[in-house]
C-alpha cells in the first residue's frame, strides 16, 4: 500500500514538474517571438527612415540644379522623415537599456542635430554639398541596421541559408539601395542640367559598378524569388540607361522626371526584395526550419 502511494506521488509529482516545464518554455518562446518582432520592428523603421532620406536627397539635388518640379514634393517629403522621428526615438530608447546597445542616444540626438541643419542650409547649399550632408546622415542609419543585425539577428541563423539571407535584409541590400540612391541624387541633377561634369561622370560609373557587385553577391547569398528577378531587371534597365542615354559623347537625352522616377522603381524593388526577406529572417529568428523560409 505504502509503494502504491509513494508511486502515485512520484507520478503526480513529474507531472507537476512537466507542466512547469511547459509553461515555463511556452513563456521562453513568446519571448523570443517578441524580442524578434521588435527587432524587426526597430529595422523596418531604419529602413523607412534611410528610404525616405534617400528620395529626399535625390528631389534636393533635382531642386537645386534648378527643376522646380521637385520643390513641393520635396517639402512632401521633409514631413514625412519628421513624423518618423518619434518612432525612432522609442527604438533608441529601447536600445539604450542593452549591455552593448547598437544606438546611442548621444548619437541619435547628434544625427537629429545634423538633419536639422542640413533643412536649415539646404537652399544654400550646392548640389555636391547637399548629397554629401544627406548621404552622411544615410550612412549613419546604415551602420545602425548593420550592427543591430549582427548583434541580434545573425547569432541566431544556424544554416548557411539563414546567414545569407539576415545578411541581405540588414546589410547588403540596404548598401543596394544607397548604391542606386546617390546614383538617382547625381543623375537627377545631371539629368536636370543637361549636362554630365567629368566629376560626376566617374562617380556614376563607381556607382553602377558597385550596384551591379553587391546585386550579385545577394543573389549568390540568398536570392532566388520573384522580387529578386524583379530588382534585377529594374537594376539593369537604371544601369543601362545611365551607360547609353547620360555618358555618352551624344550628351544627356533623358528627362530628369523620367531618371528620377525610373530609378526610384529600381530602388522601391530592392526594398520589397528586403521585405522578402524580412519574412525569411522572421522564420529562423521565431525557430522555423530552414525548408519552410519564404524565398527572397
Same mark, same amino acid.
Given at each position: ?176 539601395? =544607397?548604391?542606386?540612391? /546617390?546614383?538617382?541624387?547625381? *543623375?537627377? &541633377? %545631371?539629368?536636370?542640367? #543637361?549636362? @554630365? ?80 526577406? =524580412?519574412?525569411?529572417? /522572421?522564420?529562423?529568428?521565431? *525557430?522555423? &526550419? %530552414?525548408?519552410?523560409? #519564404?524565398? @527572397?
Amino acid at each position: 500500500m505504502g509503494a502504491e502511494i509513494l508511486s502515485v506521488f512520484i507520478l503526480v509529482l513529474a507531472l507537476i514538474l512537466l507542466i512547469a516545464y511547459w509553461q515555463r518554455s511556452k513563456k521562453r518562446l513568446i519571448a523570443a517571438k517578441l524580442s524578434s518582432q521588435q527587432t524587426l520592428l526597430n529595422c523596418t523603421r531604419l529602413l523607412g527612415l534611410t528610404r525616405h532620406l534617400q528620395q529626399h536627397r535625390g528631389m534636393s539635388s533635382a531642386w537645386l540644379s534648378g527643376d522646380q518640379n521637385f520643390a513641393s514634393r520635396r517639402e512632401g517629403k521633409t514631413k514625412e522623415i519628421l513624423a518618423l522621428l518619434p518612432g525612432l526615438s522609442e527604438l533608441v530608447n529601447q536600445e539604450s537599456l542593452q549591455n552593448c546597445p547598437c544606438i546611442t542616444v548621444n548619437e541619435w540626438v547628434l544625427f537629429r542635430h545634423h538633419w536639422k541643419e542640413l533643412l536649415e542650409a539646404l537652399p544654400k547649399l550646392s548640389v555636391e554639398q547637399s548629397i554629401a550632408r544627406h548621404s552622411q546622415l544615410i550612412n549613419k542609419v546604415l551602420e545602425w541596421l548593420a550592427a543591430i543585425g549582427e548583434a541580434r539577428i545573425e547569432p541566431l541563423a544556424s544554416e548557411r541559408e539563414m546567414v545569407g539571407a539576415a545578411r541581405n535584409y540588414a546589410h547588403r541590400l540596404p548598401l543596394l539601395t =544607397e548604391c542606386l540612391g /546617390q546614383a538617382r541624387a547625381i *543623375g537627377s &541633377s %545631371v539629368t536636370a542640367q #543637361h549636362s @554630365c561634369p567629368p566629376v560626376a561622370r566617374v562617380r556614376l560609373l563607381f556607382l553602377i559598378s558597385r550596384a551591379e557587385a553587391l546585386l550579385e553577391q545577394a543573389v549568390a547569398a540568398h536570392g532566388s524569388g520573384v522580387m529578386t528577378s524583379r530588382s534585377q531587371q529594374a537594376i539593369k534597365e537604371m544601369v543601362a540607361t545611365v551607360r547609353t542615354r547620360m555618358l555618352f559623347s551624344s550628351g544627356v537625352v533623358v528627362k530628369s522626371e523620367e531618371y528620377f522616377e525610373m530609378s526610384t522603381k529600381a530602388i522601391d524593388l530592392v526594398f520589397e526584395w528586403i521585405g522578402a526577406c =524580412e519574412r525569411s529572417t /522572421q522564420c529562423f529568428m521565431e *525557430g522555423v &526550419s %530552414v525548408k519552410e523560409l #519564404h524565398p @527572397c
